[in-house]
């Protein structure tokens, strides 16, 4: 399912795939979610709030369907975009991974901070909200001789 589940994400609508993460986002707790306009987004696909501890954080999120690495130039360009949405963090989520480059500028000294959600912890985030997934339980029946010789009298015992 997991496998079914990633061959999906990569071929979705781009734009599905945002509004697919704003529900994601919503289910997780955060307020305020919206997709950015399609064109002219500044590098950013949703915004949201989240509370964290006692204080409400502004996120910006870039969202890729693509399997293959995610450069830094696209966490660049994230950060960049922070101030235009009074944002103080931001969040790369990709169907793929990331490359050694990115993942070391994820936490810079100085910089803010931008989280990397690569396509297994996605999987792990929409099945653990129960986003495409469908969860069914599977019933175990046991034989049980104890209950099949007794009656309303007691056991059955032979005299």
């Known amino acids: 399912v997991r496998e079914q589940l990633l061959e999906f994400l990569a071929e979705i609508d781009p734009f ?27 590098g950013v696909d949703v915004v949201g709030d989240i509370e964290v501890g006692i204080t409400a954080v502004r996120e910006v999120i870039q969202v890729k369907r693509q399997r293959t690495n995610i ?8 950060r960049g975009s922070l101030h235009r949405f009074s944002a103080m963090q931001g969040t790369i989520i990709t169907v793929g991974n990331f ?18 959600i690569d396509g297994e912890k996605l999987l792990d985030l929409l099945i653990e909200n129960g986003l495409g997934v469908r969860k069914k339980s599977i019933e175990i029946l046991e034989l049980d001789e104890g209950t099949l010789a007794e009656d309303e009298e007691g056991p059955v015992t032979e005299e």
């Open 71 to 78: 450069q830094r130039q696209v966490l660049d360009a994230l």
């Open 99 to 116: 490359s050694k480059g990115t993942k070391d500028a994820a936490f810079e000294m100085g910089a803010a901070p931008i989280a990397l």
């Open 16 to 42: 599905l795939f945002e509004r697919l993460i704003r529900r994601l986002l919503e289910e997780m707790g955060y307020q305020n979610v919206e997709v950015t306009s399609p064109t002219n987004d500044k």
